[in-house]
């Protein structure tokens, strides 16, 4: 009971940081819209997050590995958060909401990656399932969606004063979080050049891009797709909340299946199933097709994301837990947000999101035919995994 008692907190944060982030995702395009801006300028926008990605999670991660402390980068981190977003909401022209954008963004996009390397090292502490803690972020999400798409139809404009509530929960629960306990010297930073020569790492890192830039451009353009078939906001929440339920599902009932076959064979099973996703979503004419499909990003992104977190942990050194899980949070909600952002807006504005989304299903489709081959051939993958 003590053991599930010290979780309490996290899960809390889990699922105060991903309602509010929902709002973000969900929202921030058609809020960008009501602005007054253009298809391609939200996607100057939306890029702006994941560049600050490349460098916050790095190293927001190099100091929490540097100071052995999870919880006390977070609450720096989630006090940015609220002073950030206070600001970047008031902005009005595109060159101000850039700039307030990436340091709004510089301290919001770690806390996820945090608090799922904590989550992580908790389980592994306590021996129980990452999935049952991580599933509460998705509850989070799901809820958030529903709720405030209802709340913010015709009205996106006060998307701030929920996204600032959610906020301040996440703050009050940050201080009664139970921090990791790593008996290690401190990280150093020559200590991560063994990550730049993790060549298993590296080439894993390259090879999901083809599987999260599609990700990371639905998560940008699904708002703006479902409103080009005829939907509002309140479908907008909808298709979130039925995507995410299906993700807490599946992360709540990991510890049932998620061991029963190397996370590289779940990562492969994903990438053709977000393959079939897109194909769909390119052939819908209607709204309703792609919320009845949206049950998919559970079997797409939870299954995905469980193997990919499971894999990273196993080829990288303990002492570098928090780095390397955020270096490959860059990659997947960095790099790939950039590419996804900037060429999304563009083709959507251009050739509709129809084309947009038959092209993620052709990177989909070469990403899953270059994991299998990754995991077929060695790469000197058992060697970096016996050292760990």
């Not at 298809?39 to 991660?61: M, S």
């Not at 022209?93 to 090292?121: E, H, K, N, W």
């Not at 996440?170 to 921090?179: E, G, N, T």
């Not at 990700?215 to 039925?242: K, M």
């Amino acid at each position: 009971m003590e053991n599930n008692e010290s979780l309490v907190p996290l899960k809390m944060l889990l699922f105060c940081f991903h309602a509010s982030n929902t709002i973000i995702l969900s929202f921030l395009p058609l809020y960008l819209r009501y602005k007054g801006l253009e298809g391609t300028e939200i996607g100057y926008v939306l890029a702006i997050g994941p560049l600050a990605t490349i460098f916050a999670q790095p190293f927001w991660g190099y100091l929490s590995d540097k100071y052995k402390t999870v919880k006390k980068i977070l609450i720096i981190c989630i006090f940015g958060l609220l002073i950030g977003s206070t600001i970047f909401f008031q902005m009005n022209t595109l060159p101000t909401i850039l700039m307030m954008g990436a340091v709004f963004y510089f301290f919001t996009t770690p806390i996820g990656a945090l608090g799922d390397s904590l989550a992580q090292r908790r389980a592994d502490e306590l021996q129980v399932s990452f999935g049952n803690i991580r599933t509460w972020g998705s509850i989070g999400f799901a809820v958030s969606s529903l709720t405030i798409g209802t709340l913010l139809t015709d009205r996106v404009e006060f998307m701030i004063y929920p996204y600032l509530f959610f906020g301040f929960l996440a703050l009050i629960v940050a201080f009664r979080l139970k921090d990791v306990k790593v008996e290690s010297d401190p990280v150093r930073i020559k200590d991560v050049g063994k990550l730049v020569r993790n060549k298993p790492f590296i080439i894993f890192l390259f090879l999901i891009l083809f599987l999260t830039i599609g990700h990371r451009t639905s998560d940008s353009y699904i708002g703006l797709y479902i409103e080009q078939l005829g939907g509002n906001e309140f479908l907008v929440g909808l298709s979130w909340f039925i995507g995410v339920a299906s993700e807490a599902i599946i992360f709540f009932f990991a510890g049932y299946w998620f061991r029963k076959l190397h996370p590289l064979i779940f990562v492969i099973i994903a990438g053709g199933l977000y393959t079939i996703r897109w194909f769909l979503y390119a052939y819908a004419t209607d709204p309703v097709h792609v919320i009845a499909l949206q049950f998919l990003h559970g079997l797409t992104f939870g299954v995905f994301y469980l193997a990919a977190f499971d894999y990273v942990t196993r080829l990288i050194p303990k002492l570098l837990q928090s780095t390397g899980h955020l270096v490959f949070f860059s990659v997947f909600f960095g790099v790939s947000g950039i590419i996804g952002s900037l060429t999304g807006g563009a083709i959507i504005d251009t050739l509709g999101g129809g084309t947009l989304y038959f092209i993620m299903g052709c990177l989909a489709l070469i990403g899953t035919i270059l994991m299998t081959v990754y995991h077929v051939l060695p790469f000197g993958k058992k060697e970096v995994e016996r050292a760990v």
